[in-house]
């Protein structure tokens, strides 16, 4: 991640996860939750049907730097992404958080913090098992497109 982020910098000198969150808010269709400093989507290139990115709207490096107004808004959107999830796949989610930060000593300029979460399911009832494309060479297959897993979280009754 760090190698793309510091290529594409070069390359256009603009940070490739502000691009990619500023295509988020404008195109719309992927959002699935937001609040006044936090924002959920579907990613464009999600390799899980139910992959979601939560990142904050004041572009941050780490958590060390969220400020504390950002930090007491988390947990209102984490709950509404995990209700979300619950409520398509109608049970308790079984799934996978990971914080992405930027490096302590390199690369703090081109990579911000975001919050990721992945489900071991497809649908309901159906796990997700990696095609060999997917395990042998990272060419991952989707189930249905990312707005369309994003039309179903926005759909579920809280």
Do not use: C
Not at 51 to 69: G, M, R, Y
Not at 88 to 111: C, K, N, S
């Amino acid at each position: 991640m760090l190698t793309a982020a510091v290529a594409y910098k070069k390359s256009t000198g603009k940070v490739l996860f502000d691009e990619i969150l500023a295509r988020e808010i404008r195109d719309e269709e992927r959002i699935i939750a937001r609040n006044d400093r936090w924002i959920a989507f579907v990613p464009y290139a999600s390799r899980y049907p139910f992959e979601i990115h939560v990142a904050p709207l004041n572009l941050v490096a780490d958590l060390a730097t969220l400020s504390e107004a950002d930090r007491d808004a988390f947990p209102e959107i984490a709950l509404e992404v995990m209700k979300r999830l619950d409520g398509v796949f109608g049970i308790e989610m079984a799934y996978i958080a990971t914080w992405h930060q930027a490096p302590v000593r390199t690369g703090r300029d081109v990579l911000r913090l975001h919050w990721q979460i992945t489900s071991v399911r497809r649908a309901p009832g159906k796990l997700k098992y990696l095609a060999g494309s997917e395990s042998a060479m990272g060419a991952f297959i989707m189930d249905m497109r990312p707005e369309q897993s994003a039309a179903q979280l926005r759909e579920v009754k809280l």
